[in-house]
């Protein structure tokens, strides 16, 4: 038994000094570094790209919020959790699922008539929630759908708000990555400053 304990102490000096090294090492030189790394490439993400209005922090351009009870505001996609970060999630339904059908048709419906255009008009993303229900762009298209409405509803030049539009369409992410998009967000906040 004699002979066992000093390798037992070997183990757990080892053991010791290899906790010690990786928590010095991945708890808190990789964090420093990643946490410096962002500010310097990507410092306006690694702070959660707050959107000012009038020296106010009123929003992230990473978070979708509800502007459906404001018609002189851009509308962004249906949310599956209602705009809540906490429920972030899809709905999970299929493409033939009925209640995903019924929820369209409802969806298609309701925008037709608040932009007042015939229903064949409406684009996909005006219908569909997007995976996160937190998503705060729609396509050039759907913002496109909503300049009549918001430039009747804030009294503003149609001109005026084509050329909002078209300062807060983003391209594709690295030129050839996903689909032009509009940051509702930062589009309403556009539209609140010049107010």
């Known amino acids: 038994m004699s002979s066992r304990l000093p390798a037992t102490f070997r183990q757990f000096g080892v053991a010791t000094r290899a906790i010690a090294i990786f928590t010095l090492a991945l708890g808190v030189i990789y964090p420093l570094a990643m946490t410096g790394a962002a500010q310097v490439l990507f410092h306006d993400n690694a702070n959660g790209s707050v959107i000012q ?23 962004t996609r249906p949310s599956a959790v209602d705009y809540d970060a906490a429920g972030s999630a899809a709905s999970q339904y299929g493409p033939n699922n009925k209640e995903l059908e019924d929820l369209i048709a409802k ?8 932009e ?8 996909a993303d005006a ?40 300062e807060n369409t983003q391209g594709r992410t ?12 930062t589009l309403n906040a556009d539209l609140a400053a010049m107010n």
């Open 53 to 75: 209005v009038d020296g106010k922090d009123v929003a992230s351009d990473l978070i979708g919020q509800d502007y459906s009870k404001d018609p002189s505001l851009f509308q």
């Open 107 to 114: 969806r298609r419906a309701a925008v037709a008539k608040l």
């Open 116 to 123: 007042g255009v015939d229903p064949s008009q409406v684009p």
């Open 127 to 166: 219908l569909t929630a997007s995976g996160s229900g937190l998503d705060p762009a729609i396509s050039p298209a759907y913002a496109a759908l909503q300049v009549n409405r918001v430039a009747r509803e804030r009294g503003l030049d149609v001109a005026k708000v084509q050329q909002l539009v078209k």
């Open 174 to 185: 690295l030129g050839f990555l996903g689909e032009p998009r509009v940051n509702v967000v």
